[in-house]
């Protein structure tokens, strides 16, 4: 199709249908990846009325990347909070501050002026142990917490399900550091079993003086932070379990994740931070994060998190509204030349964010035509 000189970017006036007619298109590409949505405005065609006059511009092609994706808010929590519901009988005598993070064998909190530690394990204690009772995986727990926090050292003991001399010998040790009396029995209520080597104290269920009931001493947490959100139905199918994420962090900064978890209907392993916009049916997911220290630094605040869907890389880019649909199908550009512009058919790639990857006879720094 040629074109005369005098100016690079000509209107088209009106005339008669034929081959090679090209129709201008705008194309809009949602970030979630959907798929580009195309919005027709054609010239005038044979016995149509001339259309007001279009202004235009031109655009580099510029070379990098595009990817597509969807983005979700969400917040940054503390992991998996869970309720502490003591054993036994007696009244709360010290409390832990809330924040404060308690380690495997230390004191979480204390009961008639005892101290009641945090061991690690997946059961509760529900029994005294000592000599003479029976094997059980609570014998088991309580053996590996011993020779984890070094009280067992030089006693061979093994982690199994028999309380042996030596596991009395273990318990007296550790007595012994804790300044309690060194009886080699571990009473129902001394200990509390939680999955986790640490703890953070999320907030306090009950208060001094309290006598001991059903009801939960406190709530705790783990020490990591994690990114949850709660994606629409239809955004779904974009998380996968073990699945790569970026996080923005409430300061801007960005951190790399992993999709640990789905949970439909639930509060996720976190704070769901969503202020109660009823999200009790959706899916929660929770993020673990790359880098523990940026998130600290960042603290528990609302997040952005991205997940990429294709990608390329060292890709031709242009403005989507710098595409032509040609009669016949396939898409086109108009190069700005040194005599004025001339059509190049160019093959479609990815479209994202209202840019489109663009494969042709065009080079990067090429001047194309947009309309302004």
Partial sequence: MN?????????????????????????????????ALAAIRPWERAGDAAPPPVEHG?????????????QVGGALAHDAPTPVVASGRGTLTALP????????????YEVD?????????????????????????????????????GHADGLGLAADRKFTRGTATAVKRWQKALGEKQTGQVALGSVVMLPRTAVRVQQLGTQL???????????????????????ADNQLSSFRPDGRV???????STVGGRVRSLLRGGSGDG?????????????????????????????????????????????????VTALLALD????????????????VRVQLGLVADAKAQITGDVRAGAQVVVPK
């Fill in 3 to 35: 074109r005369t000189p005098e100016t690079p970017v000509p209107h088209r006036p009106a005339r008669k249908k034929r081959r090679g007619t090209v129709v201008a298109v705008v194309l809009v590409a949602a970030l979630g990846g959907s798929g």
């Fill in 113 to 149: 002026g005892r101290p009641v530690v945090l061991f690690t394990g997946d059961r509760p204690m529900w029994r005294d142990l000592g000599p003479g009772v029976t094997d059980g995986a609570d014998v088991e727990q309580l053996k590996r917490n011993l020779i984890a926090l």
């Fill in 97 to 108: 501050a809330v924040g404060a993070v308690v380690k495997a064998g230390a004191k979480l």
């Fill in 246 to 252: 970026t996080v923005k962090l409430g300061d801007g």
């Fill in 328 to 343: 016949g199908g396939g898409y086109g550009v108009q190069v700005v030349t040194g005599t004025g512009t001339r059509l």
């Fill in 58 to 70: 031109t655009v580099a092609v510029s070379k990098g990347s595009l990817s597509t994706g969807i």
């Fill in 209 to 231: 003086g309290s006598a001991l009931g059903a009801t939960s001493v406190m709530t705790v947490t783990g020490t990591d932070l994690v990114a949850v959100v709660r994606p």
């Fill in 271 to 319: 704070d769901s931070g969503d202020g109660g916009d009823g999200g009790a049916d959706k899916t929660t997911v929770t993020i673990t994060l790359d880098d523990q220290r940026k998130a600290a630094g960042a603290g528990p605040s609302a997040v952005t998190v991205t997940v990429v869907g294709r990608a390329v890389s060292d890709a031709l880019v242009v403005p």
